[in-house]
């Protein structure tokens, strides 16, 4: 570092200078800061952009005609005639080459446009603002009982009074993920809504109605973040630096939650990031397990119909959620890892 | 305030002197016997240990690896790693038995009676938690403090312990700070609730020269200003020999001599104090290192290029500036390395080496000595060509191997081979000996099958291992008999030049005399040239016909050894003579007489060269 030569006893044009240099350094770091900010965004935007084109292409490249299943029907009543088709395909844009429709449908969907849904007909856009709400409320209560419910398994685990209390929590992750969720789904409601009443089943949209497809939703996430915290609080219990604390008096809980807990907290964030992802598939079952409207009984509905416009527009949302929170996990490492932070820090305090 | 004004149970007549009567033993240690769970029952780490740590001095346990004597520190605040267990025995802390407490009271003792200063100040310090929440977490443990106040006194503990700025470092995070300020921090964070004894558990040995002598003298002055005593854990006799009062040589988890230590130093008693003294580096001259005749090249270069006939050189040379008479083996001109940083302030760094030039004739040795951040591992791994030096020029016999590759480099390496640091690492566990060393003449395509059976004894027995250990893996051997084999596949080619990066610096000191005389007998028995990288001056000393001192990448100084160590020209090299160990030699005698107030000891600061900030991993 160059601050150095601005000792006490230096000139003060040579102090000067030193100070001018240290602000140069930590403005080009801001500007660093920036582009790596931009570099992130672009990349985001490139994850979307390719999911876009990839399902465009596979749902076209699929053997079937959408445009003669729709006038079909899903059922097959009606036999459309070869002019009835040829009419739909154009009114539908479908008789361009696949380059123009691909560039148009892509000019479309950067302003939100993803056509019509072939199956009702109605705008591809109000077909999941209406939708995406529900799935939010679902998904973001699944994630937080996930989050919950998982740091307390694995701080349990490692803090049970005893012994086989502690291994018995060690072993609930393993359960909790090979329980397939529609399984869980379907015994819950008929325990706790059919049997008991305890919630109500099915329709309606009041928070009650959340708790068992939360639930649900939440099971294997939650399995896998006890898992990892659980896991890295072990670890952290072993570490060099746990051995200090304890000599220097600190008490094992004390341990886990002042140090270990911090510790976890990047792992436990990474998991995070790939629960997101699982929770777009994941509603999927679980929606249609409980018949609650959403992104996922849609895309259940409109994969089954071949409905390219509907699943192009399905895909983009849960791209774009995806990237997002890739995003927002990239930028919280450095906030929990003060390793990840570099640059200002060092060069700020170092002289 | 509530802890750092009191200076805690101590008897006050404690001299810093070392009278040995065992009524004023703070901590006594009868039979005890410590055992790990292993594959095959209980293995004994400690058969029945004995000891005295008198109060107000300072106490040394010093021995080999294995020897027992980080179980017996660790036995001591009742942390014995997984699978270990105190089966007998008695240890008696100020009158008050451990052995058998309860988790309780464990964590009662732990920090206001006995407090452990760890190894490896890079890894003993929570990486995601601010310095000062370490020490804040370490005070309200033991009392009842508001946090505020917590963080006041956290910060008054990190200036006693000899930081500046404490106010400002106490916001910063572990690897913010020089492995040196670490130390201090940990020495704070024991010291916290003013523990009357201190388990200091090797707290130097991962840090630098300069940097240990001044956390010595800090730890000094805590005994000295009678606010605690030391029971210091350390392989490193001269260390024992600057600082300790009293000492217990530990081997194979027994306690062999046990006594002060000018008596123990003049007349030990057991032979394995004998051996372990006689080993110390840079206490015996290798004998001859003045007038060795010139060598002549390599006889019997398998499959390599003709040997070269190299005319007599004088094997040091003076002062090492101006070229040199004949050919040099390596020279080295204008070596500069940037290393490529993660910000775009990059370009800012200094350099980690900068215009570094020196000449190495056929058959002598450089030494390479400096601190760590010197940049003498890098001017090692640019000469071997694993690293593209930024500028300069890197010759092997008068020819241009800068940035070479590919087949170049291919062919560099017959004449160049490289030993590294930790003979644990730098060899596959699972692959056995003789894969180990036919290694290179398999990938140079070099002799048979059956002839390099053969050529596997030969190198084995050049390097002093049975014929036998070619069947053995490399996991089933002692971290010196690794070394040798780590020699032998470097000799494999048989190289002209070895580089060897701090070669001895994991090993034990009988060890470490061992693989030196050996690389001394190599050097003459193979004609090899070496340049020879270590933080040790002692050793370097041993075996160098010349040293380069480097500090911040630059060459400060480069001399013949002799002349070096007589008579260093510049401040730099002589700070770094200064600070090896066992040059005080029971020059103290400090306060032994006069017990004195309870004054807070001027803390030791760090000087200006202990970098503050250490580099970000």
């Given at each position: ?351 | ?120 100040p890079g ?55 020089s492995g040196g ?25 991962a840090l630098d020269v300069t940097v240990q ?139 980690a ?16 000595v400096g601190e760590s951040g010197s940049g003498k591992s890098s ?42 640091q ?79 990066d701090e070669?001895?610096s ?27 990288v270590s933080h040790d ?13 480097l500090h911040q990448g ?22 770094l ?32 060269d202990e970098p503050?900030?250490g580099p970000?991993r």
């Amino acid at each position: 570092m160059a601050e150095h030569e601005a000792g006490p006893g230096a000139a003060p044009a040579v102090r000067r200078m030193a100070a001018a240099r240290r602000m140069a350094a930590v403005r080009r770091i801001a500007v660093g800061r920036q582009a790596a900010l931009a570099r992130r965004i672009a990349q985001a935007v490139a994850v979307v952009w390719a999911a876009f084109t990839v399902t465009f292409l596979t749902v076209r490249l699929l053997p079937g005609d959408p445009v003669a299943l729709m006038l079909t029907g899903s059922n097959g009543f009606s036999t459309p005639t070869a002019e009835q088709i040829a009419e739909a395909r154009s009114r539908l844009g479908y008789d361009h080459p696949l380059v123009v429709q691909y560039l148009r449908a892509l000019a479309d969907a950067t302003h939100g446009d993803f056509g019509a849904s072939i199956q009702t007909g109605r705008p591809v856009s109000s077909m999941i603002s209406e939708a995406l709400p529900s799935t939010l409320r679902l998904g973001a209560a699944a994630l937080v009982l996930a989050l919950v419910v998982g740091t307390a398994v694995g701080l349990l685990a490692n803090l049970a009074p005893l012994p086989f209390l502690r291994q018995a929590l060690r072993s609930l992750p393993a359960a909790g993920i090979s329980l397939p969720s529609f399984w869980v789904g379907l015994m819950l409601l008929q325990l706790l809504s059919f049997r008991w009443h305890v919630f109500p089943t099915l329709d309606g949209s009041g928070p009650r109605q959340l708790v068992l497809p939360a639930c649900t939703l939440a099971l294997p996430g939650a399995a896998l973040m006890a898992q990892v915290v659980g896991r890295s609080l072990h670890d952290s219990l072993h570490r060099p630096w746990a051995d200090t604390l304890r000599a220097a008096g600190l008490a094992p809980g004390r341990l886990l939650v002042a140090h270990g807990l911090r510790g976890a907290a990047l792992p436990a964030l990474t998991v995070l990031g790939l629960l997101v992802g699982n929770l777009i598939g994941g509603a999927v079952v679980v929606e249609t397990v409980f018949s609650r409207p959403g992104m996922g009984l849609i895309t259940q509905a409109a994969v089954g119909a071949q409905d390219l416009p509907v699943v192009q527009g399905v895909v983009v949302v849960a791209a774009i959620g995806f990237a997002a929170t890739n995003l927002v996990v990239d930028l919280l490492y450095p906030v929990l890892d003060p390793r990840l932070r570099g640059g200002p820090a060092a060069v700020g305090v170092a002289g | 305030m509530i802890i750092a004004g009191s200076s805690g149970p101590r008897p006050p007549g404690a001299s810093r002197a070392g009278d040995t009567d065992a009524g004023s033993s703070l901590l006594r240690v009868r039979g005890l016997r410590v055992t790990y769970r292993g594959e095959h029952g209980r293995a004994v780490a400690l058969h029945g240990v004995d000891l005295d740590v008198p109060a107000g001095a300072v106490t040394a346990v010093v021995g080999e690896s294995g020897s027992g004597k980080t179980t017996l520190a660790h036995a001591l605040v009742g942390l014995l790693p997984q699978g270990g267990r105190v089966e007998s025995g008695s240890i008696r802390l100020g009158g008050r038995e451990l052995v058998g407490a309860s988790e309780r009271v464990w964590r009662e003792v732990r920090g206001t009676h006995v407090g452990l200063v760890p190894q490896d100040p890079g890894v003993s310090l929570d990486p995601v938690s601010t310095i000062g929440r370490h020490v804040t977490d370490v005070l309200r443990a033991h009392q009842r403090v508001p946090r505020a106040a917590a963080r006041e006194l956290a910060v008054r503990l990190l200036t006693e312990a000899g930081i500046p700025d404490a106010a400002a470092r106490a916001r910063q995070y572990p690897h913010e700070l020089s492995g040196g300020l670490r130390q201090r921090v940990l020495i704070a964070m024991a010291t916290a609730a003013r523990p009357a004894l201190l388990v200091a558990d090797e707290p130097t040995s991962a840090l630098d020269v300069t940097v240990q002598r001044r956390i010595l003298d800090h730890l000094d002055s805590l005994v000295t200003a009678g606010r605690t005593t030391i029971l210091l854990v350390t392989h490193d006799l001269l260390i024992v020999g600057d600082r300790a009062d009293h000492v217990v040589v530990m081997s194979d988890g027994r306690v062999v001599e046990t006594g002060p230590v000018e008596k123990v130093f003049t007349q030990p008693s057991a032979q394995y104090t004998r051996q372990l003294l006689s080993d110390v580096p840079g206490r015996t001259d290798v004998p001859g290192r003045a007038d060795v005749p010139g060598r002549t090249d390599v006889p019997g270069r398998a499959g390599g290029p003709p040997a070269r006939a190299v005319p007599k050189a004088p094997s040091a040379r003076a002062d090492g500036d101006g070229p040199a008479a004949n050919t040099p083996l390596l020279a080295v001109e204008g070596l500069r390395l940037v290393y490529p940083g993660h910000g775009p302030a990059w370009r800012e760094r200094p350099p980690a080496v900068a215009d570094v030039s020196f000449a190495l004739a056929p058959g002598a040795t450089l030494g390479l000595v400096g601190e760590s951040g010197s940049g003498k591992s890098s001017i090692a791994r640019m000469v071997v060509g694993l690293v593209r030096p930024t500028a300069g020029t890197v010759r092997i016999d008068g020819e241009d191997i800068t940035g070479a590759s590919g087949a170049r480099l291919r062919a560099l390496h017959r004449d160049v081979q490289m030993i590294y640091q930790n003979p644990f690492s730098s060899l596959n566990p699972r692959f056995t000996v003789e894969e180990i060393v036919t290694e290179p003449l398999r990938n140079y395509g070099i002799l048979e099958r059956t002839e390099r059976r053969q050529r596997v004894a030969e190198l084995l027995d050049s390097v002093a291992l049975p014929a036998d250990s070619a069947r053995r893996r490399a996991a089933e051997l002692s971290g010196g008999q690794r070394q040798r084999v780590a020699i032998a596949r470097a000799l494999a080619l048989t190289p002209r030049l070895l580089v060897c990066d701090e070669p001895v610096s994991a090993l034990d000191v009988t060890v470490q005399a061992q693989i030196l005389s050996l690389l001394v007998a190599l050097r003459e028995s193979h004609g090899l040239t070496y340049l020879f990288v270590s933080h040790d001056l002692a050793v370097v000393r041993e075996l160098a016909d010349q040293v380069a001192v480097l500090h911040q990448g630059r060459l400060v100084e480069l001399a013949d050894t002799q002349r070096l160590f007589a008579a260093p020209r510049e401040d730099y090299t002589r700070n770094l003579l200064e600070a090896i160990p066992g040059r005080r030699r029971r020059t103290r005698q400090a306060a032994s007489d006069a017990p004195t107030a309870p004054t807070a000891p001027a803390p030791s600061g760090p000087s200006a060269d202990e970098p503050t900030t250490g580099p970000a991993r």
